[in-house]
């Protein structure tokens, strides 16, 4: 047998892991979710998922580090150009609804020195958006940390994880959902300092 294929075939078991674990957490969370319910769907001996993993923290966090870095890949930052990546989330989130859901249960469950990487990956777009703001590109009546929670709470707010909004079925409803947070995003990234301020109620 050529060492190839004990490779491969690792590799393979790896994947099915990974996509099992997908499931498992976006449905249960960290805390409720089962290794065995995992290897089941793996169909692989529990006792691998420890060794390729350790355990179920760090195979939680090898999910979501992996899953999001395909939006990183399919959704390029493009901090010239907010509203149409804005969109581009909104399209993203839709279509996959077990990250978001994966998303949320980090939110509630990771502890914060899990969650550094998305922390790092924040602040580098925080940069991108501060050098396009110098530029001219991106209008500076905000901060450029506060621009990008509004825009990512915008594109994700009709998710499946959303506790507010409802869910959107009709592809009419999306594609207007989609316009109004582009008309959303291009109103906040153009404004410029000198917005008026807020006055104290007496």
């Known amino acids: 047998m050529s060492k190839e294929r004990p ?10 892991i990974l996509k099992a674990a997908l499931a498992e957490f976006s449905a249960h969370g960290i805390a409720g979710g089962r290794v065995d319910r995992i290897a089941r769907a793996a169909r692989c001996n529990k006792n691998l998922i420890y060794i390729y993993f350790q355990d179920k923290e760090n195979l939680f966090k090898t999910v979501l580090l992996r ?10 930052f493009t901090p010239n150009d907010l509203a149409n990546y804005a969109a581009s989330v909104f399209d993203w989130a839709r279509a996959n609804p077990d990250l978001m859901r994966l998303l949320a249960w980090s939110a509630l469950e990771q502890k914060p020195e899990a969650r550094a990487e998305r922390v790092a990956a924040f602040r580098t777009k925080v940069a991108a958006v501060t050098e396009a703001q ?30 507010f909004a ?5 592809k009419a409803t999306a594609d207007a959902l989609r316009e109004s947070i582009i008309q959303a995003v291009q109103l906040l990234a153009s404004a410029e300092d000198g917005l008026p301020k807020r006055t104290k109620s007496p």
């Open 166 to 170: 409802p869910p959107v079925d009709p």
């Open 67 to 76: 899953n999001l870095m395909r939006i990183h890949e399919e959704r390029p």
């Open 134 to 163: 110098q530029a001219g590109n991106v209008g500076t009546g905000f901060r450029p940390d506060f621009l990008l929670v509004v825009l990512m709470s915008l594109a994700t707010a009709w998710s499946v994880a959303s506790p």
């Open 7 to 16: 490779a491969r075939n690792a590799e393979a078991t790896k994947e099915r």
